[in-house]
Each structure stands twice: as structure tokens, then as C-alpha cells.
């Protein structure tokens, strides 16, 4: 391992090179610029350096609400500046989404008052589930209480599945098994129908015939209606008729002809006197001729309309048999049309149902079969993946002060089959050599499991692709010497990606190549919340506020730059463990 006072061994290009807060929960305004390697982030209880984290992880992605906005303030805002060069993934996922801007990447998130939030990647507005997207490209945040979920089922399984990298044989599997879910469904609904099928068969077989006995489409049921109508008020329609053929043109002296007729002739004769009358002239007779043509109209209606009880009684039947199917049916006469459409699909598909059947037997067995073996692929990749995890997870753990400790992960299989698979994993510890192992859940306290869900953090973030790490008080719970391990194994991983850590410890902090103190101030009723890089003497001064609390003597001085000459120096064989 290269000592900690060299630079040789840091990458280039650093990741997350600024983070820029305003009205962020106490934060007032706050501005860091960020350097490669490990930077440990110190400072007193509350004076809100895990404000930093979560603004990282808001300006990615996270849910936000009306209360991360600061009393009094407008908004919230989170800024993060990017140098893309050693993060060739997101640089390609911003190409894709037209994003990218080169080795420079801006994302930028506020917060209103009001709750609703905004967010930006190099300017140009972006969904939160693309903020979500990039970020799992860029930064992977491990909590301090990653340990409280450790001895779940579920949990165990997808870090067995993470560590392995197992994520496109889970799709795989999910996708077979939503297959033969959805074909399941779809069979036992026909089968389920089976001991109604033929009931239902013979109904439609009727309720089919019967409305075909009716003959008539939406235009015939409306032909009807007006038929009846007609047939209805025959009485009526003659003797109006008649009287309005007499108005027009059979009273003698009364008629609109005979009247129409006098009065243009009258026009007529004083056309002769003056010539302005003639267009007058030309409508009165152009009238006539449409009175006489409306007479011989009515006229030819009138005999030919006839009083047919025996025609009005068919009519009155077959719109009776209407309404009465309209009732059955519960639709309007109209409809019935649409309904018989209906109903004569519904038996098409019936009468089908069995050449339905076999096929979806057939399908539902294909999609099972295709679940079967991706789930096969998936534990076998298991269990070799729990193989290595047990031997990292092992080792580390006797690193974290749990010498002869032992740590299995075992893949057998469950009960029933399900979408992420056909395994049941387990964790199993024992914290004695020569002790039987058992269940993570059962047999760990809550200091062992907080040691063992740190390990996997380690193993996971060296395995991990992603650029930029943040550790947030994982190491709570831990001291001495296995604090100066941690901090080692934190460091070694700074040596070839960005590590931010939060840190209450002196010795994970002395293992820092850069160190950063957060501290609060109150002036007056206004909180301030301010962040200063630390070298030199300052470093000294915080890791011995860090050891010896509120008087700080000059041993604990010395202490200090003892701890930092150490971790500067490195343990000199330049081993490291070696991980899965």
C-alpha cells in the first residue's frame, strides 16, 4: 500500500470537485471544493455534516419536501460540479440523453417553499428520475444504518445479488416469471368458466337468435318507427291535408290560388301603365305556379294516405317486440343492433374456448419451463457468488475486530418459486472459532452486525464501478484499533476512486488525505453553518479536539500528529486485503 503522504497512487481527475448549498435545512449558504482521494468530513455533534450527504444525495435524485427548505427562506438550492474524466459510464449516458457537455457536468436542484422541486443537468431541465439515473452512475452513499436492515431476508438476498452482479439474470427471471403469472391468470380464468361455459353457450344461442328474428338494422329500426308513426295519426294527417288543399286551391272564391290569381291580374293591367310593376308581376304568377304545384301534392298525399288498421296493428307489434328486447337488454331500441354484434362475438369466442384452452396449457407450460431455467442460471450464479462473499466477508471481519469469526452465505432452495427466483439466501455468523454458524439474524448484536454490514460496505464500494463514494458514519460503533483499520481500508480505497467520509472518529480522520471541519455558529438567532479545509497545524488542532474533547492539552497535541505521521507513514508492507 503507498504511504498516505504520497500522491502517486490518486488518480488524476477528481469526481465531485464542488458542492454548493443555500437555505439548505441550517445551512445558510455554504460553498467546497472537493480534491481526489480520501476526504474525511469532522466536526462537532449536530453542526450538520451529514447536511452535506444529504444534499448530495437530493441534488441526484432524492425525495424533497417543503421542510429541507430553511426557515424563512424561498427555496432551497443544491449545486454539484462534476469532472467527468474518470467516469466514462455517466459521460456516456449523458450522450445518450444529449446531455452531455464535456468532462464538465453541472446538476443543479431546488427546493420551493411550497414543497414542489426542479432540477437541471448542465441547464437544461431534467426529471427526477433522470437526476435518479445519473446519479447511480456517479455516487454511491452508504448510510450508518445500513446495519438495522442487514438481517432482513430480502436485504441479504439482493447484497448476494449486488456483490455478483446478478442484476441482468434478476431481470431475466423477473421478466420469465411475469410470463407465466400472466398465462397462470389467463387459464385458470377459461378453466374456472369451464363449469358455466355451457350454460352461458346456450344463452347467447338464444339471446343471438332471438334478436336476428327481428331483421332490422339501426336504419330499419328507425324506418319503423316512422312507419308507425305515420300509420299512428293517418286520421289526422288526411283531414289536415284536405283542409290545407281546400285553402290552397279548391274554395272557390276563398282559395290562396283563386285570391293570388285576381291579384295579378290586377298587376297585370298596371303593368301596361307603368313598367316598374312587371317584376311584381313576374312573382305573382311565379307563385301561382307554387300553389299549384303544392295542391296537386297534397292532392296525390291525400289518396294515397289510407286508414290500415291492420298495417298499424304490425307495426304496433314489431315495436312492441323492440321495447321489449330493449328492456331485456337494458340499452335503447337503437342499440339493439350493437348488442347482437356483442353477443355474437362473445359466442364466437366462447365456441372457441377450446382450441383457447389447449393452446394457453401449452403456453403456460413453455412460460414455466423458461422461468425454470434462467432461475437454474440465477442460483448456480449464487451460489458462486456466495462462495467468494463468505471468504471477503470473513476476512474482513477479523480485520474489524472479530478474529475467528466466520461468516457463510448459503443458497437453498424455497418453498414456493418466486419473481426474484427459486433461492432462499441466508446469512449465516459465528463470532467464536469452533462455534456452529447460524442465522445473521438471530446471533449478532447490534455491535457485531453494524462491524459485518461495514464490511460489506468496504467489499462492496472496491467492487463497485461508481467514481465517487460517501460513507456516512459507518463507522459508529467501532474505536481503536479497528477504527485505525477502517480507516486504513477507506484510505486504500481513495487511492484509486474519490471517498468522502463522515466521521466522528480521530483515526478514520488521521487516515484522511484531506480533512474538512464543519462547524455551527449562533449569532443572535441566526444559525450559520460554515466548512473549512484543514492542514498543517488546523488538521492538528481538530483530530486533538477529536481525541480529548473540550480541553485540549499538548500530550493530546502530540497524539495527534502522532496519528497523522502514522497514517501518513502507512503500515510499510503495502499489502491489502485481498477482496472477492
Known sequence: MPSCASRAGLYHQGVLTHLSLRDLAIV????????????????????????????????????????????????????????????????????????????????????????????????????????????????????????????????????????????????????????????????????????????????????????????????????????????????????????????????????????????????????????????????????????????????????????????????????????????????????????????RSELAELESAGERLSALRAETAAAEAAWREAAARLTEARRRTATTLSEAVSAAMGELGMPGGRFEVTVSPARTPARHGADTVVFLVTANPGQPARPLARVASGGELARIALAFQMIAAEASPIPCLIFDEVDSGVGGRVAEIVGRELRRLGERRQVLCVTHLPQVAACAHHQVRVEKTVVGERTRVAVAPLAGEGRVEEIARMLGGVEITERTRAHAREMLERAAAGPGDGRGRRRA
Do not use: C
Open 28 to 343: 445558510e449558504r455554504l460553498e467546497l471544493d472537493l480534491a481526489p482521494g480520501m476526504t474525511a468530513i469532522t466536526g462537532e455533534t449536530g453542526a450538520g455534516k451529514s447536511i452535506l450527504v444529504d444534499a448530495v444525495g437530493l441534488a441526484l435524485g432524492d425525495r424533497a419536501g417543503a421542510g429541507l427548505v430553511r426557515a424563512g427562506a424561498e427555496r432551497a438550492e443544491v449545486s454539484l460540479v462534476f469532472d467527468l474524466a474518470a467516469a466514462p459510464e455517466a459521460r456516456a449516458w449523458l450522450a445518450e440523453q444529449a446531455l452531455d457537455e464535456g468532462d464538465e457536468l453541472v446538476i443543479r436542484r431546488t427546493v420551493g417553499a411550497d414543497g414542489r422541486s426542479r432540477g437541471w443537468i448542465n441547464g437544461r431541465p431534467a426529471t427526477m428520475q433522470l437526476l435518479q439515473a445519473l446519479g447511480e452512475r456517479l455516487v454511491d452513499i452508504h448510510g450508518q444504518h445500513a446495519h438495522q436492515s442487514l438481517a432482513r431476508a430480502d436485504t441479504q438476498r439482493e447484497l448476494l445479488d449486488a456483490h455478483g452482479g446478478h442484476g441482468a439474470l434478476r431481470a431475466e427471471v423477473a421478466e420469465a416469471w411475469d410470463r407465466w403469472q400472466a398465462a397462470r391468470r389467463a387459464l385458470a380464468a377459461l378453466e374456472g368458466a369451464g363449469g358455466s361455459r355451457d350454460e352461458r353457450l346456450d344463452l347467447l344461442r338464444y339471446q343471438v337468435q332471438e334478436l336476428d328474428g327481428i331483421g332490422l338494422d339501426a336504419e330499419g329500426i328507425a324506418a319503423l318507427e316512422a312507419e308507425h308513426r305515420r300509420l299512428a295519426h293517418a286520421g289526422r294527417l288526411l283531414a289536415g291535408a284536405q283542409a290545407a288543399l281546400e285553402r290552397l286551391y279548391e274554395a272557390d272564391e276563398a282559395s290562396a290560388h283563386a285570391l293570388l290569381a285576381r291579384a295579378a291580374a290586377e298587376i297585370e293591367a298596371l303593368a301596361g301603365l307603368d313598367p316598374a310593376l312587371a317584376p311584381v308581376r313576374e312573382l305573382l304568377e311565379e307563385a301561382l305556379i307554387r300553389v299549384g304545384e303544392a295542391a296537386d301534392s297534397l292532392r296525390d298525399y291525400a289518396e294515397g294516405l289510407e286508414l290500415d288498421p291492420a298495417a298499424l296493428a304490425e307495426a304496433e307489434r314489431r315495436l312492441g317486440e323492440l321495447h321489449d328486447l330493449a328492456r331485456k337488454h337494458r340499452v335503447q331500441p337503437a342499440e339493439l343492433p350493437a348488442v347482437l354484434e356483442r353477443l
